[in-house]
């Protein structure tokens, strides 16, 4: 999942920064300001199928594709988060390490994603409520390790994540 933010120039907006810095509650506010005083923002996703196939990385790659072909608006120049730039995008672009602490846009895009994210781990509950999707929200944790061992992965789980389910075994902890 990735999202992409367009915002104006000036542009204020209380709590932008890392997704990871802001409370659940704090986030979804700021991602409310945030569709309100964007000029564009879009959303892209990447199918379970599409990440076992390609790898983690070309699957967030493509899902930052999509985020900017979401847009109605076609930026004049992209910032990414990470060390990676987005092939095939058509306009120039750079890689920022830690993007979220030094871009606002790259701030408001992971607010985005962050929030959209869980708010999809909610929705996967009603379909898939043996795993807890809301409480780990995908995570690695030992809840989830553990559903997944009760009852084994859903049409949800990368098939990649799998083997990491050894590492847990035997432990005794949930």
Not at 52 to 57: D, P, R, S
Not at 142 to 165: I, K, T, V, W
Request: charged share 20%; net charge positive; proline share 6%.
């Amino acid at each position: 999942l990735a999202a992409a933010v367009v915002l104006p120039v000036p542009c204020v907006i209380m709590n932008l920064k890392d997704s990871k810095r802001l409370t659940p509650a704090q986030r979804a506010q700021t991602a409310d300001e945030i569709r309100r005083l964007a000029v564009a923002w879009g959303i892209g996703l990447a199918s379970v199928e599409e990440i076992n196939e390609f790898n983690i990385l070309q699957a967030s790659l493509l899902a930052m594709r999509r985020a900017l072909a979401a847009m109605d608006v076609r930026p004049d120049w992209v910032l990414v988060d990470g060390n990676q730039k987005i092939p095939g995008v058509g306009v120039p672009q750079r890689a920022l390490v830690k993007g979220d602490n030094t871009s606002a846009s790259v701030a408001a895009a992971s607010i985005l994603a962050k929030v959209f994210r869980d708010e999809l781990m909610s929705a996967c509950h009603w379909q898939y409520p043996l795993y807890d999707f809301p409480s780990h929200k995908g995570y690695a944790t030992r809840a989830h390790y553990e559903a997944l061992r009760r009852h084994g992965p859903c049409r949800l789980h990368r098939s990649a994540f799998l083997p990491a389910l050894r590492l847990f075994e035997g432990d005794g902890e949930a």
